[in-house]
């Protein structure tokens, strides 16, 4: 994985990462494929949060395509 795409992401996700502490979750960079998918794995509140599908799109996924225009969507890994 690129370490400047990995850089960029990581500092969108930094920005989202107090909305989620704020309710006891966290995520975790895990990949970024070759199509430009960025794959998180979910922490603490947010493995089991009912909201996390719609905070990962309107909240994450949109934050890191703004930050980094070439990433196509984000998702969270399930294992």
Same mark, same amino acid.
């Given at each position: 994985?690129?370490?400047? $795409? =990995? @850089?960029?992401?990581? +500092?969108?996700?930094?920005?989202? =990462?107090?909305?989620? /502490?704020?309710? +006891?979750? @966290? ?6 494929? @070759?199509?430009?998918?960025?794959? $998180?794995? $979910? $922490? +603490? ?12 799109? /309107? +909240? ?5 395509? =703004? ?13």
């Amino acid at each position: 994985m690129d370490k400047e $795409l =990995r @850089d960029k992401v990581e +500092g969108a996700l930094e920005t989202m =990462r107090p909305f989620l /502490a704020a309710d +006891g979750g @966290d995520m975790e960079l895990v990949n970024i494929t @070759d199509e430009m998918v960025v794959q $998180l794995r $979910l $922490l +603490g509140s947010c493995k089991t949060c009912n909201m996390s599908e719609m905070t990962l799109k /309107a +909240g994450v996924e949109e934050a890191v395509k =703004r930050s980094v225009p070439q990433i196509k969507s984000v998702e969270a890994l399930t294992t």
